[in-house]
């Protein structure tokens, strides 16, 4: 049983992506000292899923014995006032930032589905999107290193640091083109840049992770393995990391960071404008 004093279940509900809930809640969850368990549950748009919620909420509060916390983003009144009747603690994202607008603009809001109308799909901006996030599945983990003059942004780092994720964010939240590429153990007698991306360094970006972290995840993956050994995971991000020093390729470091936070401190570094719908 977790300690309840500092322990939450906490849910991320939305029409949508659950996106916006999500890291409206990790800026405010980061400012408390919390043992957090996390569930995002995006496109609930039917009364029947919002029947499952309500019912996946009251069941956490049984678990645990401790009412759990709901960042929610809903639209439609009848599927909010279904997950309202499950014994938690809500706190609506939208509502904060609405009323207020509201009573300023003097104007009523008007909603609408996020998943339905946010994205008009003749767009120019929507079809980029489309392809971007193609060529980013296509460019994933050093898969091909073709037309990489289409490149927005190159990730670089061991296995395991967060490139992939990172770079499938960057596609379907901003419409940018990302490539990443992983260096691995075959790679450290002799490390540097591929010949392929050399020609586009100021494009690359590298991303590393505390030693320990990466063990743990390479553990989750393949236990007990060489792959996931200290020894391993230590040479190959000493290396790694003096290469980035040595080429002069900025890099961030993942651990503490969601792919969020991640995502918006390399468009800070790189000057990439967000190609939003």
Known sequence: MQNKTNFRDVFYISDGTAITAETLA??????????????TLPFVESIERAKQVKNLINQSNEKYGVQPLVFYSVVVPEIKQIIEQADALFYDVLKVLVEPLERDLAMKATPQLQ?????????????????????????????SLNH?????????????????PTSLYLAMQFGLRAVNYPF???????????????PYRFKTFGLTIDIERLVAIRNERFADSEYASLEQCQDELHKVEAMFRR???????????????????????????????
């Open 26 to 39: 990790h800026a405010v969850l980061g400012q408390f000292s919390l043992d957090i368990k996390q569930t």
């Open 247 to 277: 080429e002069a390729i900025p890099y961030l470091n993942t651990s503490s960071l969601s792919v969020e936070e991640i995502s918006t401190r390399l468009l800070s570094m790189s000057g990439l404008k967000r190609n939003m719908c």
């Open 115 to 143: 998943r339905s109308h946010s994205i008009n799909k003749d767009s120019a901006s929507y079809h980029d999107r489309i392809a971007a996030i193609e060529y980013t599945l296509a460019h994933d983990d050093g898969v």
């Open 184 to 198: 691995i153990a075959d790679d450290m007698s002799a490390l540097k840049l591929p010949k392929a991306i050399e």
């Open 148 to 164: 990489l003059e289409q490149a927005d942004i190159i990730l670089l780092g061991v296995s395991r640091c967060g490139k992939t």
